[in-house]
Nanobody
Framework: QLQLVESGGGLVQPGGSLRLSCAGSGEALSYYHIAWFRQAPGKEREYVAS????????VYSVNVKGRFNLTRDNAKNTLYLHMNSLKPEDTAVYFC????????????WGQGTQVTVSS
């Protein structure tokens, strides 16, 4: 069964950058559609970006398009979320999730990593 582990969160000043990692184990990510979500205190979970692993085509929410970028490392079975020009409103717990190509819901989730953007 696929397991996901996020890392790379932390405290950064506005305008700064962070790179989050989503490492998969147990199965190859090539069978999955991988997404990043985030949840800020008191707010609903929000879609951030996603990638169909085999095609490598990324999709971004309007809130992050132009600032965030997805890349993947097949050898490491890892998806990266490169976050640039960070804003205080990007502060949230970031989760990665996987949806098998034959399924309609995200069945595998990581534990989340905290991103705080503050001066």
């Amino acid at each position: 069964q696929l397991q996901l582990v996020e890392s790379g969160g932390g405290l950064v000043q506005p305008g700064g950058s962070l790179r989050l990692s989503c490492a998969g184990s147990g199965e190859a990510l090539s069978y999955y559609h991988i997404a990043w979500f985030r949840q800020a205190p008191g707010k609903e979970r929000e879609y951030v970006a996603s990638m169909i692993w085999n095609t490598g085509d990324p999709v971004y929410s309007v809130n992050v398009k132009g600032r965030f970028n997805l890349t993947r490392d097949n050898a490491k079975n890892t998806l990266y979320l490169h976050m640039n020009s960070l804003k205080p409103e990007d502060t949230a717990v970031y989760f990665c999730a996987a949806r098998h190509r034959d399924e309609s819901t995200y069945g595998s989730w990581g534990q989340g990593t905290q991103v705080t953007v503050s001066s």
